[in-house]
């Protein structure tokens, strides 16, 4: 199966095995108009084949066993999907675009992007962003947006790996904060802006965006990240689970 998407304002043309990943990207999917015409050319092309699919079986049971759980069982299809994301993430880094592990929601046009710890509740927090200011707020990604880093600033893009709610827009807005959340009994959000606060939150900020075994691709990754953490603000929120934790976090990340 060959197809056309258009993610984070690059055509890829992608070479699947199965249909599913199709159904997958679906919000993403050129027509057959767009991808005849010649406002839309392909960027670039990524070809998926068994190894590929096999490659990312190992990897999910490996992480399994080092967690300690039983080993799951993912389908060819869905192991695919993981595949395609991978490999379109190492070519995105030659347009200066990094995948981030993390939820973005955007109010009133403007994003702003948090990440944790697995079982933090990030998606809870990004949730209460929705109940609290309802219209004005737009998931733009519930797990890995792309973050394009230019000149001018960051951009955060929705994609269709959005997490298992499913949570994504196929949307683009520029990204004002990075907010790091940590669980605690009161909400407070602080700005980390001096070199040792900055320093601290280095390791998760690596640890949340796509690894290449790739030297060169890897290299140009951690120069990436550094533009990332000189271009948007980053914070730390200590924050429970009630909305005005939503509240809290969106006023300390406006000035």
Not at 52 to 60: A, G, L, M, T, Y
Not at 220 to 243: A, F, G, Q
Request: glycine residues 6%.
């Amino acid at each position: 199966m060959i197809f056309d998407i258009r993610l984070a304002d690059r055509v890829i043309r992608i070479h699947a095995i199965n249909d599913y990943i199709k159904e997958y990207c679906r919000d993403y999917v050129l027509s057959k108009k767009e991808e005849t015409s010649e406002e839309f050319p392909v960027d670039f092309e990524v070809t998926v084949t068994q190894s590929d699919i096999d490659f990312e079986r190992d990897k999910s049971a490996a992480e399994d066993r080092k967690e300690g759980i039983p080993v799951r069982y993912f389908t060819d299809e869905y192991l695919e999907t993981l595949a395609v994301y991978r490999k379109i993430a190492e070519q995105m880094l030659s347009y200066d675009t990094i995948l981030f592990h993390g939820s973005v929601i955007a109010v009133d046009g403007e994003g702003y992007l948090f990440t944790a710890k697995s079982g933090t509740g990030k998606s809870t927090h990004t949730r209460l962003w929705r109940e609290t200011f309802g219209d004005r707020a737009v998931m733009v990604n519930d797990d890995k947006p792309l973050l394009r880093i230019t000149k001018e600033g960051v951009i955060a893009y929705g994609t269709p790996w959005d997490g298992k709610h499913r949570l994504s827009t196929n949307t683009s807005v520029p990204l004002k904060g990075i907010c790091i959340l940590e669980r605690a009994t009161e909400n407070h959000i602080v700005r980390l802006d001096t070199k040792e606060q900055l320093r601290s939150a280095y390791p998760m900020i690596v640890q949340q965006i796509h690894k290449s075994g790739n030297p060169t691709n890897a290299r140009k990754t951690m120069e990436l990240i550094d533009r990332l953490m000189d271009t948007v603000p980053i914070y730390r929120l200590s924050c429970n689970m009630e909305r005005s934790a939503a509240k809290v976090a969106y006023e300390g990340m406006q000035g």
